[in-house]
């Protein structure tokens, strides 16, 4: 790392609280919290293409009401990082920083993308 300047790992791994997805199901019972989880990634998937830096020249009111629904779709169903890397986007906004806004959303679909594979993937090993 070079002064000022922070390297963003690109092979950030996907992180879950499993312990959500528990309270969900808990809460919900088992089947409708799967079909819950499945309504959720689909909002996520559809929050994830709807993003990018010509989102932020047409509306930025609009963008932050998606990246807030996003970040909210992740924490429902445990996906930790997906919802940090919505927040730091958030925070981006914010901070008027061009550079930063953009690394940030790079970040955010690359670990959508990650958090989506891997989520499915722990459906298909639970059966």
């Not at 994830?48 to 779709?73: C, N, P, T």
């Not at 919505?86 to 901070?95: F, N």
């Amino acid at each position: 790392m070079r002064a000022g300047v922070t390297d963003l790992p690109l092979g950030e791994p996907a992180r879950f609280n499993p312990s959500q997805l528990e309270l969900l199901c808990d809460r919900l019972g088992e089947h409708r919290a799967e079909a819950e989880v499945a309504y959720a990634l689909e909002r996520i998937a559809k929050h994830l293409s709807q993003l990018g830096l010509d989102r932020l020249r047409a509306d930025r009111a609009a963008l932050e009401k998606l990246l807030a629904a996003l970040v909210g779709d992740a924490r429902l169903i445990g996906m930790a990082t997906l919802a940090q890397a919505g927040r730091h986007v958030l925070d981006c906004l914010d901070g008027d920083d061009p550079v930063a806004l953009a690394a940030t959303l790079a970040r955010l679909e690359r670990v959508g993308d990650r958090s989506i594979d891997a989520i499915w993937d722990l459906e298909d090993l639970s059966g």
